[in-house]
């Protein structure tokens, strides 16, 4: 069974910083394609970080320079660092697994964690 936990998600004032983890089980990290997404009320989701099974980083162009992905595969721990950071970025944050390294292509991932909630206020 795979299993996806975010962690990190809190209020924040605006230029601060945050770290997301994502504790995975059921399915390796250096094995999967991941994917950090985030979606705002009333706006549709939006992928803005992934690492594929190559270890090619992709990123958002509204995150580009501010959010940095990673994985630990010892801690098959995955972690979204967020600086710079902008009310524009308050969301429901999740990540997401999937072992088909042609993922990226349509981003229908198939393991998603529960998400954490990032508010940044002005």
């Known amino acids: 069974q795979v299993r996806l936990v975010e962690s990190g998600g809190e209020s924040v004032q605006a230029g601060g910083s945050l770290r997301l983890s994502c504790t995975i089980s059921?399915?390796?990290?250096?094995?999967?394609?991941m994917g950090w997404f985030r979606q705002a009320p009333g706006k549709e989701r939006e992928g803005i970080a992934s690492?594929?099974?190559?270890?090619?980083?992709t990123y958002a162009d509204s995150v580009k320079g501010r959010f940095t992905i990673s994985q630990d595969n010892a801690n098959n721990t995955l972690y979204l660092q967020m600086n710079s950071l902008k009310p524009e970025d308050t969301a429901m944050y999740y990540c997401?697994?999937?072992?088909?390294?042609?993922?990226?292509?349509?981003?229908?991932?198939?393991?998603w964690g529960q998400g954490t909630q990032v508010t940044v206020s002005s």
């Open positions: 059921g399915i390796r990290v250096d094995n999967a394609c």
């Open positions: 997401a697994a999937d072992p088909d390294p042609y993922i990226l292509a349509t981003l229908d991932f198939s393991y």
């Open positions: 690492i594929d099974t190559d270890g090619l980083i």
